[in-house]
């Protein structure tokens, strides 16, 4: 194991961010995670916990925050439902310079906070 982070969101404050800056989700979030998140009526849920799970990368890696735009970082899911991690640009440069070649994720919330686990391999 070369690093473990995690990262909890409060549900409230991130949907007034989203309210108050519209365009945040499109540089925060990739086009697919977007996407997946609109199917809800309320989308807040799982874009705090895709939030929370670029900030657990970031703790794995050892980085701080914005060190690399957090849209190089993206979650994706498996057939199964199951969430993994996809790393673009300078978060994939990073992951290679650490030795990085596999995550484990998890994601989970509830009414009030988003959570994510990471744990770099």
Same mark, same amino acid.
Request: glycine share 6%; proline share 4%; hydrophobic share 50%.
């Given at each position: 194991?070369?690093?473990?982070?995690?990262?909890?969101?409060?549900?409230?404050?991130?949907?007034?961010?989203?309210?108050?800056?519209?365009?945040?989700?499109?540089?925060?979030?990739?086009?697919?995670?977007?996407?997946?998140?609109?199917?809800?009526?309320? *989308?807040?849920? $799982? %874009?705090?916990? /895709?939030? #929370? &799970?670029?900030?657990?990368?970031?703790?794995?890696?050892?980085?701080? +925050?914005?060190?690399?735009?957090?849209?190089?970082?993206?979650?994706?899911?498996a057939?199964?439902?199951? *969430?993994?991690? $996809? %790393?673009?640009? /300078?978060? #994939? &440069?990073?992951?290679?310079?650490?030795?990085?070649?596999?995550?484990? +994720?998890?994601?989970?919330?509830?009414?009030?906070?988003?959570?994510?686990?990471?744990?770099a391999?």
């Amino acid at each position: 194991m070369i690093g473990i982070g995690t990262d909890l969101v409060e549900l409230d404050r991130f949907r007034l961010a989203l309210r108050r800056t519209p365009r945040i989700a499109e540089r925060l979030f990739s086009e697919e995670e977007r996407a997946y998140a609109a199917r809800r009526r309320d *989308p807040t849920e $799982r %874009l705090a916990a /895709r939030f #929370a &799970a670029k900030e657990a990368v970031m703790k794995a890696m050892g980085v701080g +925050l914005w060190k690399f735009p957090l849209r190089d970082v993206e979650v994706v899911r498996a057939p199964t439902g199951a *969430p993994s991690v $996809r %790393l673009h640009g /300078r978060a #994939a &440069a990073m992951a290679v310079e650490r030795g990085v070649s596999e995550w484990r +994720l998890t994601l989970t919330h509830t009414d009030r906070v988003a959570s994510a686990i990471a744990v770099a391999l």
